[in-house]
T-cell receptor, first 117, second 111 residues
Framework: NAGVMQNPRHLVRRRGQEARLRCSPM?????VYWYRQLPEEGLKFMVY????????ESGMPKERFSAEFPKEGPSILRIQQVVRGDSAAYFC???????????????FGPGTRLTVL | GQQLNQSPQSMFIQEGEDVSMNCTSS?????WLWYKQDPGEGPVLLIA?????ELTSNGRLTAQFGITRKDSFLNISASIPSDVGIYFC???????????FGEGTQLTVNP
């Protein structure tokens, strides 16, 4: 009964490199959310995906950031040409919410801590 | 965009004391949630509130969903050292949508 899994837990990149963060939702969950947390701050929403669809990407920076949740495999958050300001903890959450249900719960993974040198 | 104001930012208490923290919003939320985050980990759900006015308990934790749907509080009774961590409130507009988080309350419990 594994929870939300994220890897890697820690990622170090130099400026200009690419960062790929992976998230495997809980079994039976088809909704994935990505959040970013800067030091000493709360989590900020980035993007909400269902299988093969982006539902809400209003929190994603317009450039360099992209996310996908393919039919098979984990969800990927991709950051191209990383800059020092991208250093943060990135959390993935999943839920099994279906249309018509009155409640849902988002369960969080342990996060990926990205450090850009 | 929606913002949550969470207070206090930090609390230093003695073991055995009760704790109270709250969140307010300028917008209405249909769901309020309280999470706890330990260092180096992701947030763990403590309590979820789905109806305005709802009062829900989970062990030593009690939370209420404000009647106006713009606020919530969390109480922890008889605190213990393992209560140490950061507590976040989160609001959700509609089922399945994004969560909006408060800035967190850092709780320190002295034995």
């Amino acid at each position: 009964n594994a929870g939300v899994m994220q890897n890697p837990r820690h990622l170090v990149r130099r400026r200009g490199q690419e960062a790929r963060l992976r998230c495997s939702p809980m079994k039976g969950h088809s909704h994935v959310y990505w959040y970013r947390q800067l030091p000493e701050e709360g989590l900020k929403f980035m993007v909400y995906l269902q299988k093969e669809n982006i539902i809400d990407e209003s929190g994603m920076p317009k450039e360099r950031f992209s996310a996908e949740f393919p039919k098979e495999g984990p969800s990927i958050l991709r950051i191209q040409q990383v800059v020092r300001g991208d250093s943060a903890a990135y959390f993935c959450a999943s839920s099994r919410w279906t249309s018509g249900s009155s409640s849902d719960t988002q369960y969080f993974g342990p996060g990926t801590r990205l450090t850009v040198l | 965009g929606q913002q949550l104001n969470q207070s206090p930012q930090s609390m230093f208490i003695q073991e055995g004391e009760d704790v109270s923290m709250n969140c307010t919003s300028s917008s209405i939320f249909n769901t309020w949630l309280w999470y706890k985050q330990d260092p180096g980990e992701g947030p763990v759900l403590l309590i979820a509130l789905y109806k305005a006015g709802e009062l829900t308990s989970n062990g030593r934790l009690t939370a209420q969903f404000g009647i106006t749907r713009k606020d919530s509080f969390l109480n922890i009774s008889a605190s213990i050292p393992s209560d140490v961590g950061i507590y976040f409130c989160a609001g959700q507009g509609t089922s399945g949508s994004r969560l909006t988080f408060g800035e967190g309350t850092q709780l320190t419990v002295n034995p």
